[in-house]
């Protein structure tokens, strides 16, 4: 019967430490590592200067940083997408003749995506 009773049962070893009079437990959220990006890193510094209460929010309720991996994956994703369709309709110079121009054309197509995403996604 014991054992069956354990089958559900989650083993949990607390460790305490000692404050004054009290043994106080020793808690703390587990959280996955997960590589937040350039643009998870901007949204989370927006939320936290712009939007408090949201960032208050996803904190506590342990969805934060999901949320900024999430923004991360998103924006990286459409950025491809937008470079692709800018790149289909306004094809760039050729690298081997001109290298610098493609250079340069790329990153202003870069930097054009970059800002439509930054103003949808991120600040937003």
Known sequence: M??????GMVNMELTYTMQGDYLIPDLALQEEETHIGKYGMLRKTYLKNHRKGMFASLMLSGKLTEHLAEIDQVAKQRIERIMAKLLKSSPAPDKATDPLGWTGYMNNLQHSAEETILAELVYS
Request: proline share 0%.
């Open 2 to 7: 014991k054992a069956e009773m354990m089958k």
